[in-house]
């Protein structure tokens, strides 16, 4: 998949990113990603135990995680143990990524010039950040706004009076008129004296032949990415928060809602109005009723309706109570 760092982003010894903590060797932090994706210059962060797996095969220099969990990360893992990981997870980002908890409008947008992008078609008072690529044969409706960095592929259709930031496109992407994709996510560790903001230092990837109908918001991943899968259709006013991922080839009906990194599998039916709670797992070919709340896994296969969401079967059987 195709990197881009959206943000500003600086190295830190460890020693100054946890001034506080006591370490044996003084290694360099050059980046922050998550268990699965991280590699031996890159800060990690483990804290639940449902991402054991994934702890004990990370490639991390250093991990952020607490005492009881620290047992589970490889022995070459610099362990930083905490009570909070994700207050001293939102420090350290703060630090290495400084203006990543703000969204600061792009002060680079400029009208595009023909000749920086032949074969494709803009509307009237189309802006365009600094190093945005649209592929040939794209067509940019008016008032939208392309922030710096984005990158669209080919034949690809951008409605009018949309906000595009933070995001990866691949080819023949739909997106219908007024939506917001890559923005920052809703993301605040709980204090008594201030709440603090997390920062998103993610993206959104879309793949290809996606359509996103009008007025949708899409958040761009916090620490990972936010990603819809080829051939899914989305309808009229869904949200997707930060790091969720939904499969190939589903059908997302209008006002969805998805909690923050839940996991959609591949096509996947839900109806309108229903709502799907943060980091569940939802497994492949299942159908979800309109109206329902899910609160919790979903294997392959299943249908499910109500809240909260439970098989057809029983729901029908309750209904006639």
């Known amino acids: ?9 600086k190295s830190f010894k460890i020693k100054k990113l946890f001034p506080k903590k006591n370490f044996n060797k003084n290694i360099l932090i050059k980046n922050v990603k998550p268990l699965n994706y991280a590699q031996k210059d890159d800060l990690t962060f483990f804290d639940s135990i449902k991402y054991k ?12 995680t607490t005492k009881k969990l620290s047992i589970f990360l490889p022995n070459n893992v610099e362990k930083i143990i905490v009570q909070n990981v ?8 703060k630090k290495i990524y400084p203006n990543s908890d703000v969204d600061f409008p792009d002060l680079s947008l400029k009208k595009p010039l023909n000749k920086k992008f032949p074969g494709v078609k803009f509307g009237n008072n189309v802006l365009i950040g600094k190093n945005v690529k649209i592929g040939k044969n794209s067509v940019i ?9 984005v990158s669209i592929g080919n034949s690809c259709i951008i409605g009018s009076n949309s906000i595009l930031k933070n995001l990866i496109m691949k080819n023949n992407v739909i997106i219908q008129d007024g ?3 890559g923005q920052k996510g809703f993301g605040f560790i709980p204090n008594k004296i201030k709440n603090i903001k997390f920062p998103h230092i993610g993206h959104v990837f879309i793949d290809d032949n996606v359509e996103i109908a009008s007025g949708c918001t899409i958040d761009r991943g916090s620490v990972d990415i936010t990603k819809i899968g080829k051939n899914t259709y989305i309808d009229n006013q869904v949200h997707i928060a930060h790091n969720v991922r939904i499969g190939d080839n589903c059908m997302i009906a209008g006002q969805v ?7 959609i599998g591949n096509n996947v039916s839900i109806g309108g109005q229903a709502g799907v709670s943060g980091h569940l797992k ?12 899910v609160v919790q896994n979903i294997e392959d296969n299943k249908v499910v309706m109500g ?11 309750n209904s006639k109570k």
């Open 282 to 293: 939802i497994g492949n070919n299942v159908k979800i009723g309109g109206g329902s709340g």
């Open 257 to 263: 809602g998805f909690a923050g990194s839940s996991i």
């Open 179 to 181: 939506c917001k994709i």
């Open 307 to 317: 809240y909260p969401a439970v098989s057809l079967r029983k729901f029908l059987k």
């Open 86 to 93: 994700l207050y001293d997870l939102a420090v350290a980002l």
């Open 141 to 149: 409706g008016s008032n939208t706004i392309i922030e710096q960095n």
């Open 53 to 64: 797996s994934l702890a004990l095969k990370t490639k991390a220099c250093s991990c952020i």
């Open 1 to 9: 998949m195709t990197t881009i760092n959206f943000f500003e982003k």
